[in-house]
């Protein structure tokens, strides 16, 4: 009998109880669309990801003191140093961020205030919708002033212009000179944080101290020389070997990369853990229909059928019965992933090495659980198969 043979028979096996061929493939089909949809809905959002962290830009990097920050640890005066120093750098800012109130005349939201130099404007490619950006002159006096994001804009001002009037920065006055456009992301809007000189956020909060230098190099390639070649000038200007560190933008990619395969992983492996249930049931099922065939593999036999055809023929339907389970859980994981995706807003990454992964390990399952029940369907001596009633 020939393998194409084998698989009607097989078929036609499978049609006569389809009511246990649901059953028994079911376990399949929710482990393999489980692996499916968790290997797509992770290279999907670690693609959409990657993609938002390149929007931010590639060449930012960030500098700050290990541990616990003194006053003096980081100065003002080593952003020009450092500038000169390092011509990798292209911008480098202060950063000191805090929560405040900000009240406006149509209602308060709590907001992260972000105290920095006009440079962060060019750091972070901020676009202006209204008005202007922090300049130096705001710097150098300490100018109460502040430029908020627009959806921030429209909850403390309804639709009237913003721009030159007052809101109250946990009731410290300051008056808006411009908004910034939001970033719109398919991770989700992020509310732009507001902007103040922070010489003015300094003195709001009484302190000198600058907790780190937000910065961007001048191509994606010379971000290291960039972070390597800051860190050494503040080491050397304060005498502080080991006091200072980066990262890059790359950098705290590849980590967040690394923690969603971890996941992914381990949700998989959960999955896994259903497909091998999923296998015993298989060769259970297969033991059963050994047991119900018996006299059939008696008359096979007499007809002149050999030991390896039995095998084969059980082995065969073993093998379908666990593909048919894995191509209706191929089906249904595309579609779980494709729904993520449509209300995420990122493209379902279903690669064809997945959809082969999956049907192998599918017949995988049908080979390893099908050969016992197969190999028994085998051993069975024709005369007492033909008396099995």
């Known amino acids: ?11 036609t096996s499978i049609k006569a109880s389809k009511l246990r061929t649901l059953l028994t493939t079911l376990g399949i089909t929710i482990g393999i669309a489980a692996v499916i ?14 993609t938002e962290i390149d929007k931010l830009g590639a060449n930012i990097f960030a500098v700050w003191v290990k541990g616990e920050t003194r006053a003096g640890d980081m100065q003002m005066s ?35 205030i972000n105290g920095t130099t006009p440079e962060m404007a060019g750091i972070r490619n901020l676009v202006m919708n209204q008005g202007r950006f922090l300049n130096s002159e705001d710097q150098a006096t300490g100018r109460r002033v502040v430029v908020l994001g627009e959806d921030t804009a429209k909850k403390l001002f309804g639709a009237s212009d913003p721009v030159g009037r007052q809101v109250s920065l946990d009731g410290n006055s300051a008056m808006v000179i411009g908004i ?18 922070i010489s003015f956020l300094n003195s709001l909060q009484g302190s000198e101290f600058i907790y780190l230098f937000y910065g961007s190099a001048t191509s994606r390639d010379t971000v290291s020389e960039a972070v390597d070649g800051t860190v050494k000038v503040l080491e050397r200007r304060h005498q502080l070997p080991k006091h200072y560190q980066g990262e890059t933008m790359e950098s705290a990619k590849e980590e967040v990369n690394k923690m969603l395969d971890i996941v992914s992983l381990i949700i998989s492996s959960i999955a896994g853990i259903s497909l091998l249930v999923s296998g015993i049931g298989v060769m259970n099922i297969m033991l059963v229909s050994v047991t119900e065939r018996t006299r059939e593999v008696g008359i096979r036999m007499a007809l002149g059928a050999c030991r390896r055809d039995i095998l084969v023929q059980f082995l065969v339907e073993a ?5 048919i389970g ?35 390990f599918s017949a995988a399952i049908g080979l390893f659980f ?12 024709p005369i007492e198969a033909l008396r099995r009633e």
């Open 319 to 323: 093998v379908v019965l666990c593909l």
């Open 326 to 360: 894995g191509a209706l859980g191929t089906l249904l994981g595309y579609g779980g992933a494709t729904l993520v995706a449509v209300l995420a807003d990122w493209p379902p990454l279903v690669s064809w090495g997945t959809v082969v992964l999956a049907f192998g």
């Open 370 to 381: 099908g050969i016992y029940p197969a190999n028994r369907a085998a051993k069975l001596n």
């Open 37 to 50: 949809s968790v290997v797509a809905i992770g290279q999907g959002g670690k693609a959409a990801l990657n």
């Open 180 to 197: 910034v456009k939001n970033i719109r992301s398919s991770l989700g809007d992020s509310e732009e944080p507001a902007y103040v000189p």
């Open 78 to 112: 080593d952003i020009q140093v450092i500038k000169a120093s390092v011509p990798e750098v292209r911008y480098l800012a202060p950063l000191s961020s805090t929560s405040m109130k900000v009240r406006g005349p149509r209602g308060q939201e709590d907001l992260s």
């Open 1 to 11: 009998m020939n393998l194409l043979e084998m698989l009607k028979l097989a078929l």
